[in-house]
């Protein structure tokens, strides 16, 4: 069955960076599209960013755009989100998702000084 898994969250700081990774089983990564999405405390959940099977298109939320940075490893069953100069409003529980249906545990990213 399909399964991902997401790691590399944490407490950081104001300007900090993080990089999230979301290992992928079960179906057949380098033939999908993938993507990240983030839930913050009483808000609804938000799309961040979404990369093609082959990495060639990629697409982010305005509210990330120049900070995060998404990519993925297809040797490796892997999509990454890169996010640097984070911002308080960039706390969240970050999930990967594949296909629109299949979701992650997700990692907590809390950003405060």
């Known amino acids: 069955q399909v399964h991902l898994v997401e790691s590399g969250g944490g407490l950081v700081q104001p300007g900090g960076s993080l990089r999230l990774s979301c290992a992928a089983s079960g179906f057949s990564f380098s033939s999908n599209a993938m993507r990240w999405y983030r839930q913050a405390p009483g808000k609804e959940r938000e799309l961040v960013a979404t990369?093609?099977?082959?990495?060639?298109?990629?697409n982010y939320a305005d509210s990330v755009k120049g900070r995060f940075a998404i990519s993925r490893d297809n040797a490796k069953n892997t999509v990454y989100l890169q996010m640097n100069s984070l911002k308080p409003e960039d706390t969240a529980v970050y999930y990967c998702?594949?296909?629109?249906?299949?979701w992650g545990q997700g990692t907590q990213v809390t950003v405060s000084s």
């Open positions: 990369i093609t099977r082959d990495g060639s298109g990629i």
């Open positions: 998702n594949v296909r629109g249906v299949f």
